[in-house]
């Protein structure tokens, strides 16, 4: 079950509910992408990211077509990445425009994918335990938080939108399989 929490720009919009997917600063962790190591396995490599967050995975889907370039590769991992997203290049790329901006890896749902969004919180409700129920923030929009975890940094999805936006992701990942 994926975490949920609600979500407004201002008071003077209603709530709305989302779903948190996860993400990940590709810049700085590489950790499973790790596709500049020659020694791990094409398989290897798929099965881990199958196992990933959804955002984590859009995340990895669009760095991979950020540095895409059809080129061949001496090294079997690449050539075989590179094999899938060519025969799949226009869907992937499709999909990649719908949530990402085209010249910006920024995520186009609602997109907490940064550390110093806390930063930027001037209000805090917590309960007896010091866990976060609803913070405001500067921009005056708000956010609850459903259950104990009351972190902020991620990606989130309109509810109504999660269910197809899961299957499509998973469809994508096949494709790499």
């Given at each position: 079950?994926?975490?949920?929490?609600?979500?407004?720009?201002?008071?003077?919009?209603?709530?709305?509910?989302?779903?948190?997917?996860?993400?990940?600063?590709?810049?700085?962790?590489?950790?499973?992408?790790?596709?500049?190591?020659?020694?791990?396995?094409?398989?290897?490599?798929?099965?881990?990211?199958?196992?990933?967050?959804?955002?984590?995975?859009?995340?990895?889907?669009?760095?991979?077509?950020?540095?895409?370039?059809?080129?061949?590769?001496?090294?079997?991992?690449v050539t075989k990445l590179n094999s899938r997203i060519?025969?799949?290049?226009?869907?992937?790329?499709?999909?990649?425009?719908?949530?990402?901006?085209?010249?910006?890896?920024?995520?186009?749902?609602?997109d907490f994918g940064y550390y110093d969004k806390a930063?930027?919180?001037?209000?805090?409700?917590?309960?007896?335990?010091?866990?976060?129920l609803q913070v405001k923030f500067e921009d005056g929009?708000?956010?609850?938080?459903?259950?104990?975890?009351?972190?902020?940094?991620?990606?989130?999805?309109?509810?109504?939108?999660?269910?197809?936006?899961?299957?499509?992701?998973?469809?994508?990942?096949?494709?790499?399989?």
């Amino acid at each position: 079950m994926n975490r949920v929490i609600e979500y407004t720009k201002s008071l003077a919009e209603p709530f709305q509910r989302y779903v948190d997917i996860g993400w990940s600063e590709l810049t700085y962790d590489f950790d499973l992408l790790n596709i500049y190591d020659r020694e791990q396995s094409y398989l290897d490599w798929y099965n881990e990211l199958k196992k990933c967050s959804l955002g984590y995975q859009i995340s990895v889907l669009n760095f991979l077509l950020s540095e895409f370039d059809g080129s061949k590769s001496e090294y079997d991992f690449v050539t075989k990445l590179n094999s899938r997203i060519s025969d799949n290049f226009d869907l992937l790329k499709r999909f990649n425009n719908k949530w990402f901006d085209e010249d910006a890896p920024l995520f186009k749902g609602l997109d907490f994918g940064y550390y110093d969004k806390a930063d930027e919180i001037i209000e805090s409700t917590e309960n007896e335990d010091g866990i976060r129920l609803q913070v405001k923030f500067e921009d005056g929009s708000l956010m609850k938080f459903l259950d104990d975890n009351d972190q902020i940094c991620s990606y989130y999805i309109l509810e109504s939108e999660f269910e197809d936006f899961e299957r499509e992701v998973e469809s994508f990942i096949k494709l790499f399989g």
